[in-house]
T-cell receptor
Framework: RKEVEQDPGPFNVPEGATVAFNCTYS??????FFWYRQDCRKEPKLLMS???SGNEDGRFTAQLNRASQYISLLIRDSKLSDSATYLC???????????FGDGTTLTVKP | DADVTQTPRNRITKTGKRIMLECSQT?????MYWYRQDPGLGLRLIYY???????NKGEISDGYSVSRQAQAKFSLSLESAIPNQTALYFC????????????FGPGTRLTVL
């Protein structure tokens, strides 16, 4: 079993749709959680950190469920520019290194 | 100017050749990382360094070596390249704190024939 697992998709949605991505992790010692966005052939960039209380940034909402070892990302009112691969990242603070999921690909269509 | 730079950006080489990929950063971060990414997969950690005197193996270090020449420079070497090392390689940096973001270089696309 992979340490971080994501639904690979692809997710194909129309503009304006709401879409949710899920991610599960197996290491209960994990302490920090992130969503990164990666455009085709480009470097990953931080989209948002995922805090225990959940957090929201505009159309994006991230939630963490430590008991179920589960992270989610919700995108509301999808835009064409949201088309990308979304990477779930889990970090064990003690080890100081991050583990990446394989990513979920989103395509938003007109 | 980019905060994290990688050279070369693209490289085609032959099996058995020694290759060095270089990474430089101007962010002043102590922590640096090398990842590889294969099509349809996430990033896998090759090596990481928490300061100039610290080098650690990641999950796929076999066939690779690194050198941390200075706080700002972290090089990845393939001593004898093989075709299954064909991949996209990313360097990244971060601060020490647990919630710190990783900043990535633009990547090096390596093809081993």
């Amino acid at each position: 079993r992979k340490e971080v697992e994501q639904d690979p998709g692809p997710f194909n949605v129309p503009e304006g749709a709401t879409v949710a991505f899920n991610c599960t992790y197996s290491n209960s010692a994990s302490q920090s959680f992130f969503w990164y966005r990666q455009d085709c052939r480009k470097e990953p960039k931080l989209l948002m950190s995922v805090y225990s209380s959940g957090n929201e940034d505009g159309r994006f909402t991230a939630q963490l469920n430590r008991a179920s070892q589960y992270i989610s990302l919700l995108i509301r009112d999808s835009k064409l520019s949201d088309s990308a691969t979304y990477l779930c990242v889990v970090k064990s603070t003690n080890a100081g290194k991050s583990t990446f999921g394989d990513g979920t690909t989103l395509t938003v269509k007109p | 100017d980019a905060d994290v730079t990688q050279t070369p950006r693209n490289r085609i080489t032959k099996t058995g050749k020694r290759i060095m990929l270089e990474c430089s950063q101007t962010k002043g971060h102590d922590r640096m990382y090398w990842y590889r990414q294969d099509p349809g997969l996430g990033l896998r950690l090759i090596y990481y360094s928490f300061d100039v005197k610290d080098i650690n193996k990641g999950e796929i270090s076999d066939g690779y070596s690194v050198s941390r020449q200075a706080q700002a420079k972290f090089s990845l070497s393939l001593e004898s390249a093989i075709p299954n090392q064909t991949a996209l390689y990313f360097c990244a940096t971060s601060e020490k704190t647990g919630w710190s973001e990783q900043f990535f270089g633009p990547g090096t696309r390596l093809t081993v024939l």
